[in-house]
T-cell receptor, first 113, second 116 residues
Framework: QQQVKQSPQSLIVQKGGISIINCAYE??????FPWYQQFPGKGPALLIA?????SEKKEGRFTISFNKSAKQFSLHIMDSQPGDSATYFC????????????FGTGTRLTIIP | GAVVSQHPSRVICKSGTSVKIECRSL??????MFWYRQFPKQSLMLMAT?????????EQGVEKDKFLINHASLTLSTLTVTSAHPEDSSFYIC????????????FGPGTRLTVL
């Protein structure tokens, strides 16, 4: 019940296109869903996060869509740029207390010119 | 804001020696810090949860005597890999919980440990 399934494992998108990464969770107690971006040799950086009281959150070119009934959430990167090439991890946890994050397996995104 | 640092960024040591990695929250107080291990092209594997002033909680399968964690202050947690062996070579990353309400965690830049 603690798993977070992430797909695809890798993704190649043309510059200017939309990159979409999907995650599904099982634990209905989860109510905090962040996305992290990680470049090679660096620590993950918090990109954007959402709670179930909204179905969508947008920050610049990054949008999280959330479907509570399906227990799914996704990251959309609009106007994808070569600098977005990185590994993206979704995660989930309870929002209160010192809860650990349950991470997805990661998606390696490559933006080609 | 919400900056987490780690030191050292890279360490090479001989088999059998101990290595200490520091994790600091620079501009906020973190009552909880987390230690992760990451193998190449894999996800983050949580090793332990560190609460200020109390013993760390280790994940199943993580040897607490090998990976000593100390969270002595609200801004500093340390991970000591004792009697390191080549199989301990990995990328170690800490995170600090920042959100007072939501579980926002900010990660350090990571420490690359190579044991010869």
């Amino acid at each position: 019940q603690q798993q977070v399934k992430q797909s695809p494992q890798s993704l190649i998108v043309q510059k200017g296109g939309i990159s979409i990464i999907n995650c599904a969770y099982e634990n209905t107690a989860f109510d905090y869903f962040p996305w992290y971006q990680q470049f090679p040799g660096k620590g993950p950086a918090l990109l954007i996060a959402i709670r179930p009281d909204v179905s969508e959150k947008k920050e610049g070119r990054f949008t999280i869509s959330f479907n509570k009934s399906a227990k799914q959430f996704s990251l959309h990167i609009m106007d994808s740029q070569p600098g977005d090439s990185a590994t993206y991890f979704c995660a989930a946890s309870k929002s209160f207390g010192n809860e650990k994050l349950t991470f997805g397996t990661g998606t390696r995104l490559t933006i080609i010119p | 804001g919400a900056v987490v640092s780690q030191h050292p960024s890279r360490v090479i040591c001989k088999s059998g020696t101990s290595v200490k990695i520091e994790c600091r929250s620079l501009d906020f107080q973190a009552t909880t810090m987390f230690w992760y291990r990451q193998f190449p092209k894999q996800s983050l594997m949580l090793m332990a949860t560190s609460n200020e002033g109390s013993k760390a909680t280790y994940e199943q399968g993580v040897e607490k005597d090998k990976f000593l964690i100390n969270h002595a202050s609200l801004t500093l947690s340390t991970l000591t890999v004792t009697s390191a062996h080549p199989e301990d070579s990995s990328f170690y990353i800490c995170s600090a919980r920042w959100g007072r309400i939501y579980n926002e965690q900010f990660f350090g830049p990571g420490t690359r440990l190579t044991v010869l």
